[in-house]
């Protein structure tokens, strides 16, 4: 299999994406890696390549904060863009951008293209949870104003990636709402829910509060892209804050620093449990070719995982299950 | 001035209402608290009871449970109906309730009434911040898909409450969204962000986005009811998840229980600062009277706050202020 990475998106682009390649050839001989991106830049980074990674050079770079769709209709040699032209031609199995998400997402509508029969694309990162499981969440910023339909679609989506790319049986859909009773909520979810409900070939357990996401209450999370991004935002926030607040209560007086020097470890593992970001990459389900979105603050490691995740949704023949699904519905 | 407590409503109801009733009015002499619930379960609580502190019987209560609308029109002779009763007659300046949120919201509409010119009154609890100020968020729970005009007159009612019973000159007002540009958003938000920059009277500071509520960007959120309920829920939710890892990591050995001994009281600081249901009561904005309502787990000392509050309000003629500047509008 043939996995594009698009080499100069993310905040520590392009090392961080050389050394994601590296260690990802490395450990699957099988996967060929393209890096896409300034030649000039990547060259030097690469000078013991093994056989199974190479460059195509692309001249061009989205930035982090270019307006989506300007970007990627003009900057047609950007290194995201190309990726997602290898993929639209067959040319790469899958690509993964570290990058400007809004234009990843464009660049998967526009470029890459919409599955038939899916009206919107969605974004669908992993959220932590208490049991370290973690909750796919979809969809998280490409679909503002969705629709039930959307919904619909994104709860079978989500089904079907988490049991074949993670593995889980039978996976637990749920409603993010205000309330755990079918009645409750706003027109969207009011509407969704039944539907959600009459929906075959999902496991559907019902309305989930947000306070209960954490406690894994469900392995697939539908909402609208606004509520989803409220969701985790508020979540990222939160746990900055507290985290803030520890530092500085933990820093009052001698007694208090000796306590939080004791526990430091345990204080960096709790870190890395509520970190969003560390919960690998985050596919781009209903589009014809499979697009997988690193983190901005993607290490090495990030991106290796990146190739992880795509190569196991290869292996599983992710877009043509998702694909057969939607059009017998 | 007369404040009526229902003092049936809230977890630990009646003791709560009667203990912070009693706080309140030893506080307080020129206020007159009226308890409003079962005479038979109230007065052997009342052995002493002070001058300004009396009973009025309602033999009915609305359980935390209930359906809103059903409840509230079926037990007239509730508590918290009497106690809406009695505001909207004149009889009370206002009333507090830690009962059903719901059917306290039904009760404003339907028993104290909605202010002219207002569509839908909001309820605005205080959120956290990091600085300790908080925020006044509305609104949270009561109107699940608000229009553009509704935020509007959120916005002025929140800048209201925030300058008069807060004493802040200027309050700032955010939008909740999920970006900060102004053209981000639903369809909601994109088309609110323009009459709120156009709104004479309040201080508008543009979008908000989530993870940055905590840390205090601004002195009125605006959002609609279910955007409120993630928020605050998701807030709730991971500040839980953190204390119970924190509690679990704390407890793996020896020495980092010895750790956590040693940082206790500092943790309890936390947990109070990240735990909404400490700042207070939340009023119901656009109503014809003053409604109050606090946490349902509340204790006499949150009661007694409420009552503070309350006073507040009404020395600043409060629900006035309101409906001159919605009128003017």
Request: with cysteine; proline share 3%.
């Given at each position: ?93 899958a ?26 694309p969605a974004l669908a990162p ?10 796919l969440?979809l ?18 989506m989500g089904?079907?990636y988490?049991?074949?790319v ?114 690998g990459g985050a596919p781009l389900l209903g589009l014809?070719?499979l697009v997988v979105k ?12 990146a190739?992880?995740q795509a190569?196991?949704a290869?292996?599983?023949?992710l877009v ?10």
């Open positions: 299999m043939l996995i594009a990475i698009d080499a100069m998106g993310g905040d520590n682009a392009p090392e961080c994406n050389v050394e994601g390649a590296l260690s990802a050839a490395a450990e699957w001989s099988d996967t060929q890696i393209v890096l896409v991106g300034d030649e000039a830049r990547l060259e030097p980074l690469l000078i013991n390549k093994p056989a199974n990674v190479t460059v195509r050079h692309a001249g061009d770079v989205i930035g982090s904060d270019e307006e989506p769709v300007n970007a990627v209709r003009r900057k047609k040699d950007s290194s995201m863009v190309v990726a997602g032209r290898m993929v639209r031609e067959g040319e790469a199995d690509m993964i951008s570290s990058g400007n998400t809004g234009a990843l997402m464009t660049t998967g509508l526009l470029v890459v293209g919409r599955m038939q029969g899916i009206e919107r992993m959220i932590p949870t208490l049991d370290e499981v973690g909750v969440a969809d998280l910023g490409a679909n503002m104003d969705a629709k039930p339909q959307h919904l619909v679609q994104y709860a079978l089904s079907i988490r049991s074949q993670h593995g889980i049986a039978k996976p637990r859909v749920g409603l993010l709402n205000v309330g755990t009773e079918p009645g409750k909520g706003n027109e969207l979810t009011k509407e969704t829910y039944p539907l959600l409900e009459a929906l075959q070939g999902i496991h559907f357990v019902g309305n989930v509060e947000a306070r209960d996401v954490l406690t894994g209450g469900c392995d697939v999370l539908v909402c609208d892209g606004f509520a989803g991004n409220i969701l985790l935002k508020t979540l990222e926030g939160t746990a900055g804050a507290m985290f803030s607040l520890l530092k500085e209560q933990f820093s009052k007086s001698l007694k208090t620093k000796l306590g939080a020097a004791i526990l430091m470890p345990e204080l960096r593992g709790l870190k890395g449990k509520m970190d969003y970001k560390e919960h014809s070719g690193g983190h901005g603050s993607s290490d090495g490691n990030a991106v290796k995982n190739v992880r190569r196991i290869l292996q599983a023949d043509a299950s998702i694909s057969k699904e939607i059009s017998g519905k």
